[in-house]
């Protein structure tokens, strides 16, 4: 095995770990609970998903022969809930992403991690590239989980080990 077969296999692991993760917490939420906003300025979950959703579909559709940010994306438009109105459509967004990533990830071979890719007209390795995504996602998911645990309050469930134990 080399380091890059390894390095590829720990990621993947990474991703799916946060995917389920996030999506152990969205199931623990009602469908108005996925729409919940504390106030103006701060998104829902279902407005972070379709966020991660586009970025992920931009980012990797292509991803070694496109630039990263699609001429078709409309980035601002993923801050607006538009059509999305159930928890169906949101799961069905979140998992239109995580294929489209997960799918680029799995095609990767050792002698991609080092070639360039762009993003936003940016030169990025591929390694350069999956952890930038690697941070941007962990981030997202955080919120993700935080605001189900503020919603759930008493009645969540943990999604780790539980205090005390």
Partial sequence: ???????????????????VTAEKAMNQL?????FWTPNEESNSIAII??????????????????DGE?????????????????????MEVW????????AALGDIKEEHL?????IRNEPHSVIEAIERQM?????HVGQIIYIAKILKSSDWKTLTIPRKK
């Fill in 95 to 102: 998992e239109r992403g995580w294929e489209t990533f997960l």
């Fill in 114 to 118: 080092l070639k360039t890719m762009t």
């Fill in 1 to 19: 095995m080399t380091i890059a077969t390894e390095y590829l296999k720990t990621v993947t692991k990474q991703f799916m770990e946060a995917k």
């Fill in 30 to 34: 009602t469908e108005s609970e996925l």
């Fill in 70 to 90: 699609k001429p078709n994306r409309n980035r601002d438009g993923e801050f607006v809930v538009g059509n999305i109105q159930t928890k169906e459509q949101v």
């Fill in 49 to 66: 998903v379709k966020h991660m959703s586009g970025n992920m579909v931009s980012r990797w559709t292509d991803f070694l022969t496109t």
């Fill in 135 to 139: 941070y941007h996602y962990s981030n």
